[in-house]
Nanobody, 111 residues
Framework: QVQLVESGGGLVQAGGSLRLSCAAS????????MGWFRQAPGKQRELVAA???????TYADSVKGRFTISRDNAKNTAYLQMNSLKPEDTAVYYC?????WGQGTQVTVSS
C-alpha cells in the first residue's frame, strides 16, 4: 500500500522557519517528480514547489527565495525548508507524487 506521510508543520511566528518532510512508502519514487502543494481556507490548492527526478526545481513566485525543496531518494523522502515565513503562508501543506497525496500538515504563521 502506497503512503505519503507529511510531518513538520506547526505554529510559528512571522519570520520564523519550518521544515516539512514527506516520507513515502510502498514503492520507490526516485524516478518521479515530487511536489508540495498548499491549500488555505476558502482558496484552491496551489503548487508551492516541485522537484524532478534529476533534481530540477520549480517554485511558486510567492515563495521564491524563501522556500527550498529537496529530496533524499535513499530515504524515499522529500523536504520543504520554509524560511522567512509570512502569515499568508498559513495553509495545509500536502505532498504529492504521481497520483498519490498525503493527508496534509497544518502550517500556521502568526503575525
Amino acid at each position: 500500500q502506497v503512503q505519503l506521510v507529511e510531518s513538520g508543520g506547526g505554529l510559528v511566528q512571522a519570520g520564523g522557519s519550518l521544515r516539512l518532510s514527506c516520507a513515502a512508502s510502498g514503492r520507490t519514487f526516485s524516478s518521479y517528480t515530487m511536489g508540495w502543494f498548499r491549500q488555505a481556507p476558502g482558496k484552491q490548492r496551489e503548487l508551492v514547489a516541485a522537484i524532478s527526478s534529476d533534481g530540477s526545481t520549480t517554485y511558486a513566485d510567492s515563495v521564491k527565495g524563501r522556500f527550498t525543496i529537496s529530496r533524499d531518494n535513499a530515504k524515499n523522502t522529500a523536504y520543504l525548508q520554509m524560511n522567512s515565513l509570512k502569515p499568508e503562508d498559513t495553509a495545509v501543506y500536502y505532498c504529492n507524487t504521481i497520483i498519490y497525496w498525503g493527508q496534509g500538515t497544518q502550517v500556521t504563521v502568526s503575525s
